[in-house]
């Protein structure tokens, strides 16, 4: 299985920027796809952007795909999440998802984005 471990949420004013990192660990060396995801109160869950582990390819969600920017460090089995220009529809906790090729998923504890008026 693959433990997942977020960072990087916070308080920010809007218009401003953050960068999430999910580090991943344990069985990486089965790792298929990652993704970052997020609800927000009384919203349905979305998926904001994710990665084929194996290919690199990249996919963006609909609702803020201009304003983020999805990376990964494999060394590391890290991915980022660049949020620019944040909006007062972006706060919501953010949780990194990882799936192996066997399809088991994980999900981290969220870390947790807020935006200030």
């Known amino acids: 299985q693959v433990q997942l471990a977020e960072s990087g949420g916070g308080l920010v004013q809007s218009g401003g920027s953050l960068r999430l990192s999910c580090a991943a660990s344990?069985?990486?060396?089965?790792?298929?796809?990652m993704a970052w995801y997020r609800q927000a109160p009384g919203k349905e869950r979305e998926c904001v952007a994710g990665?084929?582990?194996?290919?690199?390819?990249?996919r963006y969600g609909y609702s803020a795909k201009d304003r983020v920017t999805l990376s990964r460090e494999v060394a590391a089995t890290t991915i980022f999440l660049q949020m620019n220009s944040l909006q007062p529809e972006d706060p919501a906790p953010y949780y990194c998802?990882?799936?192996?090729?066997?399809?088991?998923?994980?999900w981290g504890q969220g870390t947790q984005v807020t935006i200030s008026s």
């Open positions: 990665i084929r582990w194996t290919t690199g390819n990249i």
């Open positions: 998802t990882a799936e192996t090729k066997s399809y088991v998923d994980s």
């Open positions: 344990g069985s990486t060396f089965s790792l298929y796809d």
